[in-house]
């Protein structure tokens, strides 16, 4: 899949990333140049003050690509879905 | 011989020793049955707790406990394991999951047990909500809980994606 | 607050559901239940197996069961431990003996369980004869046994008299 | 207690230690000498061939006085009951 053309993404957000963002899930459109789970939270945190707020700490928000858990540091390539979250507390 | 293993994700009340007979009904070579229950407390450091709230990731739940279940089965001899957690409401004194472990010998069936519990508190995407009188607040996650869950990384396997 | 312990021998079955909620009821700072319930297998290493028969010493075995719980009670902090034991003669299929350990928080469950497990099967005065098709033989103490139950000494304390 | 003056102690067998005995229990007055758990295998072993058979290896076989278990070197002392056993096999 060619890098050049912007990709749609479902996020979805759960607990109190979700209550700071407002909404559980939307779809967005990467821009070029964000590749990496930290590049999408860079992206986010400059859209508005809610992202900004739920970002604010990005060391402990964790996320997953398409129902699975990954590293800032991971590729989004073709990702469907990304998630964001605080660290879990079931159990 | 493959290990019965069964994955829940669900609303409603579940019983504990209904779940663990199905895995040892008709087997012959079970010899080792270890539960594990955790239930909603009614209080938090003397603070009367009214309810939790579960939320979770529908789908990535279930995979993500499906894929420790598998690797308890890979890491142990077992007989079959359950793992079922519940999401919603849950008034004090509720059973919140349970893990139930089945083996011919107690050391498998222990420490499956204990693995699967140091994973799930860790990884599966559950997320607590505590209604007390004052209002609602998100559990934290414990530094305890990450240590414990590390105690079952091998070296040279890859470790859990923080 | 000193923990509810409860020790019973007995020739008849149990639940192990019943003990543990016994241990819950009416306890606002129960957060984890773990349970152990040994079974009697069907076979041994592909032998058929008609039936167990557990001779225990009476007295002893309550005394010592009771002073391994009291420990455990001592070294984490417990809600409750209960621990039966059956004797007589045991059918494949039935339960032989359980341990339910109930506390705030799971490691503290599991780890009393683990070591009262293991206590039980080296120091409890129980012995198992195991009947097959060709007669009925004693079940021979496992090495392994006493190396799960060393686990659990602490340096300096007084090890265990064998 | 005098040491000279004979001690009657009721000494109880199980498993196939009272099967090779033949016999789940009895009182024996103890003679002067026999002063721990290792003295009194010694002294039984020499009681009969069926004592000879329960005790040929003594390495296994573990004891209790009073209902608590004790070292094949601990002492006798006013023990009223000492009971003899192969390794445990509870749980």
New interface residues.
């Given amino acids: 899949m060619s890098e050049t053309i912007n990709k749609t993404v479902k996020l979805r957000y759960f607990a109190w990333v979700r209550e700071r963002i407002g909404k559980p899930e939307e779809d967005v459109e990467l821009p070029a140049g964000v590749a990496t789970i930290a590049d999408l939270v860079a992206w986010l945190t400059a859209r508005g003050e809610e992202y900004a707020y739920a970002f604010e700490n990005p060391k402990v928000i964790r996320a997953a690509i398409d129902r699975a858990h990954v590293k800032p540091q991971a590729s989004i390539g073709n990702a469907t879905e990304i998630a964001f979250f605080p660290p879990m507390t079931g159990g | 011989m493959s290990a019965q293993t069964t994955v829940r994700i669900q609303r409603e009340p579940f019983?504990?020793?209904v779940e663990?007979a199905k895995i040892?009904s008709g087997r012959?070579?079970?010899?080792?049955?270890?539960?594990?229950?955790?239930?909603?407390?009614?209080?938090e450091n003397g603070v009367?707790i009214a309810a939790l709230t579960?939320?979770?990731?529908p789908?990535?739940a279930e995979?993500?406990i499906e894929s420790h279940v598998a690797d308890a089965a890979a890491r142990w001899p077992l007989i079959g394991a359950t793992v079922i957690?519940r999401f919603g409401r849950i008034a004090?004194?509720e059973d919140?999951?349970m893990v139930a472990t089945v083996s011919?010998h107690?050391?498998a069936?222990?420490a499956a047990?204990?693995f699967l519990?140091d994973y799930?508190?860790?990884?599966?995407?559950?997320?607590?909500?505590v209604e007390k009188t004052d209002g609602k607040i998100?559990?934290?996650?414990k530094a305890?809980?990450d240590t414990?869950a590390e105690r079952w990384t091998l070296p040279g396997k890859d470790a859990?994606?923080?």
Same sequence: chains 1, 4.
């Fill in positions: 019983d504990v020793a663990a040892t012959t070579d079970a010899g080792a049955v270890v539960t594990f229950t955790g239930i909603c407390r009614g209080e009367p579960l939320e979770h990731y789908g990535m995979a993500e957690h004090p004194g919140i999951m011919t107690r050391a069936a222990f047990a204990d519990m799930l508190k860790t990884r599966a995407p559950f997320w607590k909500q998100w559990v934290e996650a305890e809980d414990a859990a994606a923080e």
